[in-house]
């Protein structure tokens, strides 16, 4: 792991152009370092800097209430093999309690979370308008995982294999609960397919994670459902892409720059993360750490 951001990197971060970086260090705010020409900002006295008093940052507004405040070491939202993996393999002592999107917001409201896994469709592409509506006055900042491969997923065996989503008429459908972001893709999807609801014949009981809701169909406890590529291949699963989705972790922004959460950033920087990512199959890591938003 680095121990200095780059301009761009910081710029980033604070959801402002490099100018405005430039000018701060100009003004002797911003503690930096000057190597060879090149900014270096390091990233502990960034922190400090961040929890500074809004006097000791010139030019800048007070940080919202609660800014700093310490949350409870956990990660929430939605599920994600790799996501699962890498916060174990990394020993960055980040729990997970990966319940569903919708799930992991709420809990972020009531600051039970450090970070929330989210791919949620909404008029902005993923997740990024639902995270400004709810969350544009407090200080949490959207970094993309990683990009996702969904469709639908169905045994081998299948007397009917379903080649789209009009196909699984009359087929047992495997649902998530109800907080599942899978869900909120399922219905957009039905709609573009001018479908709705009563159009699948949904089995009685849910999955709570994409690896069981293929087991769920490795098992024949249901004929398809809709899934990951990395699931389906999980279980030797067959698989009918639909559509790539993007994969967010919403991060309280004062525990992005803690020691728990940049081991897991750094153990993700590294190729055995890559090469995990390529095992599993049906993702692309290669947006790993972009900023999509930076709430005020």
Known sequence: MSD???TRELAALLRVKERKVYDLVATGTLPVRRVTGKLLFPRKEIETWLGATPEAREGDEAPAPGEHAQLPLILAGGHDPLLEWALRESRSGIAAFLDGALDGLARAERG??????????DAQGWNV???EGRFCREPWVLIEWAR????????????????????????RFQARQPEAGSELVLDRLLSAEKMTRADLRVV?????????????????????????AAAARLHNLDFLPLLEERFDLLVWRKSYFDPPF????????????????????G???????TVHFNCC
Do not use: M, W
């Open 283 to 289: 993702y692309d890591v290669s947006g790993f750490g």
């Open 262 to 281: 940049q081991k897991l950033v750094a153990f993700c920087r590294a190729p055995l993360f890559e090469t995990r990512a390529a095992d599993l199959g």
């Open 148 to 171: 996702r491969v969904r469709g639908l997923i169905y045994r081998p065996d299948n007397a009917r294999p379903p080649k789209n989503l009009k196909d699984v008429r009359g087929l």
């Open 204 to 228: 009685d009981t849910i999955e709570r994670s994409e690896t069981d809701l293929a087991l769920a169909i490795a098992t024949g406890r249901a004929d398809v459902g809709l899934g990951i």
């Open 112 to 121: 039970e979370c450090i970070a929330v896994g989210l791919h949620i469709p």
């Open 4 to 6: 200095f951001l780059t």
């Open 129 to 131: 308008g639902t995270v």
